[in-house]
């Protein structure tokens, strides 16, 4: 079974790319996803990152979301330290999930594999650009920021141009129609490479 990356700046359009190959009847993971959940149900890693970030880490069990985000927005230093505490746990949950797929090719939407210099655990990547004043709007009228924020993110991404380049796939998310096609159009070639092998 070939794994699958699929990845793209904040508000490119990921989720929604991804949702599509999934409705073609591709197993998907969201590494994102997962990791809010593990964030929330792992003891072990509750137990690194309130020795990282200090009690107010978790309140009532929970996540302290805003807390976090407020440590880690423009500390590049800390993001990385986080990163490092969640990635490898949800590397092992993903591993356990892909024990339980039976398909050609399963994809794993993760925001940063190149970043993490993680495009070798993949046997093909995706990446989903957009215009950057598109994706902008996307995150601002999605979760209720504003510019500032999206591009305080954006500034710890690689370009589209610096993802594409080392990708295998690239999906223009502009319009979903076109998008649409695109996404039938590379499901139908990694079925055809994937079956040759």
């Given amino acids: 079974m070939k ?6 700046g904040i508000g490119s359009g990921k989720t929604t790319v991804a949702k599509m190959f ?26 690194k990152l309130t020795a990282l970030f200090g009690e107010e880490a978790y309140m009532d069990g929970q996540l302290n979301r805003p807390f976090l985000a407020s440590q880690i927005f423009e500390n590049a230093d800390l993001l990385k ?5 969640v990635h ?21 939407e993760a925001a940063i594999i190149f970043e ?12 989903v650009v957009a215009d950057l004043d ?3 709007a996307r995150v601002v ?9 999206v591009m305080a993110i954006v500034k710890n991404q690689l370009t589209d141009k610096e993802k594409a ?26 079925s055809e490479l994937i079956d040759k092998n």
């Fill in 141 to 149: 009228n999605r979760d209720n920021s504003n510019k500032e924020k």
């Fill in 22 to 47: 999934q409705e073609l009847g591709v197993p998907l993971y969201i590494a994102d996803d997962r990791a809010k959940v593990l964030m929330n149900t792992s003891e072990a890693i509750q137990r």
């Fill in 81 to 85: 330290k986080m990163n490092a505490i």
């Fill in 165 to 190: 380049d080392q990708s295998d796939f690239v999906i223009i998310s502009h319009d979903l129609e076109e998008t649409k096609a695109q996404v039938l159009k590379i499901h139908q070639q990694l």
């Fill in 88 to 108: 490898p746990e949800v590397g092992a949950d993903f591993k356990l999930w892909m024990k339980k797929q039976h398909s050609a090719y399963v994809l794993k």
């Fill in 3 to 8: 794994i699958v990356g699929l990845t793209g």
């Fill in 116 to 127: 993490n210099k993680m495009a070798s655990e993949y046997d093909f990547i995706i990446t």
């Fill in 134 to 136: 598109l994706r902008i």
